[in-house]
């Protein structure tokens, strides 16, 4: 990914059109895309700066906080299936879609196959 631009080339664009100038005459006079200058420009009408926000990292699971929950689930009924973990979820209150929890399932705790979506046996202390 590329690196953002400067703050001083972003406040000197700001600058201008907050100046008056037109958005594709300070686009091309400072060589930057047009839809940079009315963002910018709102960036900074909104916080007070022209700083770009974070860029890149990672996400937290949807599910990682829940973890207790979907091991307690899965150990009452080993043989679920995601459609019905998912109904389990939501009438413990946490809505997700079938894809946030197979994801969170293949890479988190448990394990997804095509018996049901867990195998009781892959969890530590939860012995069949």
Same mark, same amino acid.
């Given at each position: 990914?590329? =690196?953002? @631009?400067?703050? /001083?080339?972003?406040?000197?664009? !700001?600058?201008?059109?907050?100046? $008056?100038?037109? %958005?594709?005459?300070? #686009?091309?006079?400072?060589?930057? $895309? ?9 960036? @900074?009408?909104?916080?007070?700066? !022209?700083?770009?926000?974070?860029? $890149? ?24 299936? %995601? /459609? =019905?973990?998912? /109904?389990?979820?939501? #009438?413990? $209150?946490?809505? !997700?879609?079938? /894809?946030? %929890?197979? =994801? @969170? ?6 394990? &997804? ?6 195998? &009781?046996?892959?969890?530590?202390? @939860?012995?069949?």
């Amino acid at each position: 990914m590329t =690196r953002p @631009y400067s703050n /001083d080339l972003r406040e000197r664009v !700001v600058r201008a059109h907050l100046a $008056g100038e037109p %958005i594709r005459s300070v #686009a091309a006079r400072f060589g930057v $895309g047009i839809s940079c200058v009315p963002r910018w420009t709102a960036r @900074y009408r909104q916080t007070g700066s !022209v700083a770009p926000g974070k860029v $890149g990292g990672h996400r937290p699971w949807l599910l990682a906080s829940h973890r207790t929950l979907v091991l307690e689930l899965v150990r009452k009924t080993p043989h679920l299936t %995601i /459609d =019905r973990l998912r /109904d389990l979820l939501a #009438a413990e $209150g946490v809505t !997700v879609c079938r /894809d946030t %929890i197979w =994801r @969170y399932l293949k890479r988190g705790p448990l394990s &997804a196959n095509s018996n049901g979506c867990c195998r &009781a046996a892959s969890l530590p202390g @939860y012995g069949r």
